[in-house]
């Protein structure tokens, strides 16, 4: 009997096992598609809390994961400087007023939350050179390709910085978030001066929409940078920031495009 029972459980486990390998063979499964591993920093860590204020308190702060297209070179025939947010020490002379030239804005490889950025600001009328012209000022700005240990350990950074989920690879893109025509980019900047290199926050927003032309046009553009810190500076930078001709670390500026952005070649 208990021979029986042993054999009965025998093929009661062999049968359980064809089963399987039956359903193994007609049903093939497929294997999981790849994860990736990159993750968008969240802009409410990675971003200064103060400049992220600012652009709630105006309502342009656009939250989303489906961000429009906005690949393309953009103009704003005019600027106007509409906040500047000092810190207390700040000595900066700067006072909210118009902008009076065109402002070039070029934005490119949009993929997956990523995207490029470049700023011109063209002195007198553009010429045959397109978008890098000869006659640019305050137009070098560069997406930080390092670590920059230096900032990641200042107390001005945001926390982020100082814990386990900053990896160096953040300080190289520009990320944009958002949800059917309205965007908000932001990143970190090294703008190029002749007497120094400084570190600023950047924060970007606008609605994508089309003129009468068919044009791509972004509407409510606003503009917004909070000064981190300066390299390659020493007295000279020191001297100019007492006497309130560049900003001190802290201090922003919002600058707002009174008419739509619209898309074109610019002679690029």
Not at 43 to 48: F, K
Not at 168 to 181: Q, T
Not at 191 to 214: C, F, M, R, Y
């Amino acid at each position: 009997m208990k021979q029986k029972t042993i054999i009965t459980t025998f093929i009661l486990i062999l049968s359980i096992g064809l089963l399987a390998s039956c359903k193994k063979e007609n049903h093939p499964s497929t294997p999981d598609p790849p994860v990736s591993t990159y993750q968008i920093p969240p802009i409410d860590e990675y971003m200064p809390e103060r400049l992220l204020h600012l652009f709630d308190s105006l309502n342009v702060l656009h939250r989303g994961d489906e961000p429009p297209i906005i690949n393309g070179n953009f103009m704003a025939e005019s600027m106007y400087l509409c906040i500047v947010d000092k810190v207390p020490e700040s000595s900066y002379m700067m006072l909210p007023g118009p902008m009076n030239s065109n402002h070039y804005y070029e934005f490119k490889e949009q993929k997956d939350g990523l995207l490029g950025v470049a700023f011109k600001c063209p002195i007198g009328i553009p010429g045959e050179n397109g978008f890098l012209e000869q006659f640019d000022t305050d137009s070098s700005y560069f997406i930080i390709k390092d670590s920059l240990t230096l900032f990641t350990n200042d107390p001005i950074a945001p926390a982020y910085f100082k814990s386990n989920k900053f990896i160096p690879e953040d300080l190289s893109h520009a990320y944009i978030i958002g949800n059917g025509r309205y965007f908000t980019l932001y990143f970190y900047e090294i703008h190029d001066t002749s007497q120094s290199l400084p570190l600023n926050a950047v924060v970007i927003s606008g609605k994508t929409s089309t003129n009468e032309e068919g044009k791509t046009i972004i509407e409510d553009f606003w503009w917004g940078i909070e000064t981190m810190k300066y390299y390659n500076g020493g007295i000279v930078t020191n001297m100019l920031i007492q006497h309130g001709n560049i900003p001190t670390p802290g201090d922003i500026i919002i600058r707002q495009s009174p008419d739509a952005l619209v898309e074109g070649c610019y002679g690029n």
